[in-house]
């Protein structure tokens, strides 16, 4: 049977039993447009991922313009606020001076003649440093000593029996203080003074005086063999002796009486440092080592009188220990702070920054109470070491509120 439905002219389509044209290389054309569908998905897909994982990112990093706001806006304000106190106030000077001895003394030896023998240094003599007492030999000069004992009188004569006055009371008090006693009259030169003199000799290693013709044969002290010294025991701050050779003069700059602090003042610190004031020493040791010692304000000199080493010619502060310094701190540098204001007891103060005045001339604080600010007027008395005392003319304030000093 012969089909007669007409067939249009156009694209001709193969017999579905009858096999497509083969492309070169033996593949199918039906194959690769399957295979150009499939990477055309891959890649849709892909494409759709990204989207996805960027829009997931923008929504978790990127900052709203409400967040930008709120993280650059300004702080609060912030009140600073500082405690009400009650204590002592006191306003203090700090200065820088040195330890010395209270006084300074320049031993001169008198004339020492010795037959047959030059008066020269013999044996060492004592060592910058060294401490000197009654009875110590100050020097050895052509074989015979020469000691020191405690007196202000000078030694302006030789002694022997009979003799009386100032100088034969300071050497019997100083025999006395040695252990060797004399029985004769006050002040008087007598056998038992020149008993005392012959054993104070022996006893010290050398042989006593000996007599010298006119005075009867008796015992005589040579005037150069004992020197008076105001104030003992004393440090040898500096000699001019030197073994083998004659004596200068001075022969020995002694330093005695209790150490102190000598501290230079400026003229306008003059004005404000009062004797009887407190201070607080602080001792540099040469270690660099500092001690912490409590003094007084025991004078003020404004000539600028000596006082050891270290003292200088301007006006200058003595501040006495409480307790004595030892010797080897002579010399030392020293920090001394000095009380010029304080108030008798304990009162109520706020810091300077806490006051204020208004404009009627009022002069208040600000106190902060459960969050409230509270004016309080105030009567302010003089600054002092940053703190200043006030007393409240109205409402409350006590040792331990907040007060505002600043925002």
Do not use: C
Not at 266 to 276: D, E, K, Y
Not at 372 to 387: D, F, L, Q
């Amino acid at each position: 049977m012969v089909d007669d439905t007409p067939v249009e002219p156009g694209i001709p389509v193969p017999d579905a039993g009858v096999p497509g044209p083969a492309l070169p290389g033996g593949r199918r054309q039906l194959g690769s447009r399957a295979g150009s569908g499939r990477r055309f998905w891959l890649a849709l897909a892909a494409a759709g991922a990204l989207l996805v994982a960027g829009a997931y990112w923008a929504g978790t990093h990127a900052t709203s313009p409400a967040a930008i706001e709120n993280r650059y806006k300004p702080a609060p304000r912030t009140v600073l606020t500082a405690t009400v106190v009650l204590r002592r106030l006191s306003q203090a000077l700090t200065v820088r001076g040195v330890i010395a001895a209270a006084s300074v003394h320049r031993v001169v030896f008198g004339s020492v003649n010795v037959p047959g023998a030059q008066p020269i240094v013999t044996a060492r003599p004592p060592r910058a440093g060294s401490v000197v007492a009654g009875g110590s030999v100050l020097a050895q000069v052509a074989g015979r000593p020469i000691f020191g004992m405690p007196g202000v009188t000078p030694m302006y004569r030789d002694l022997t029996i009979g003799d009386q006055g100032p100088d034969v009371a300071q050497l019997r008090e100083g025999l006395a203080a040695l252990g060797f006693p004399a029985g004769d009259s006050p002040g008087v030169f007598g056998r038992s003074t020149m008993a005392a003199v012959r054993a104070f000799y022996r006893n010290s290693g050398y042989a006593p005086p000996a007599s010298t013709s006119g005075k009867g044969g008796t015992l005589v002290v040579p005037q150069a063999e004992i020197v008076f010294i105001p104030r003992l025991p004393a440090e040898v701050q500096s000699t001019t002796l030197a073994l083998g050779q004659p004596v200068g003069d001075p022969a020995l700059t002694l330093a005695s009486g209790q150490l102190r602090a000598v501290v230079p003042l400026t003229a306008a610190q003059v004005g404000l440092v009062r004797p009887g004031r407190p201070a607080v020493l602080y001792i540099i040791s040469r270690g660099g080592k500092v001690r912490r010692v409590a003094a007084k304000v025991k004078a003020i000199r404004r000539a600028g009188r000596a006082a050891g080493k270290g003292a200088g010619a301007g006006p200058q502060a003595v501040l006495a220990p409480r307790r004595p310094l030892r010797w080897s701190l002579m010399g030392h540098h020293v920090s001394a702070r000095i009380v010029i204001a304080a108030t008798r007891g304990p009162v109520l103060a706020v810091p300077v920054a806490a006051l204020y005045t208004t404009a009627g001339g009022q002069t208040m604080v600000t106190t902060i109470a459960h969050g409230k600010r509270i004016n309080v007027p105030v009567r302010a008395g003089a600054e002092t070491g940053g703190y200043v005392p006030v007393q409240p003319l109205r409402g409350r304030l006590a040792a331990g509120d907040r007060v505002v000093v600043g925002q």
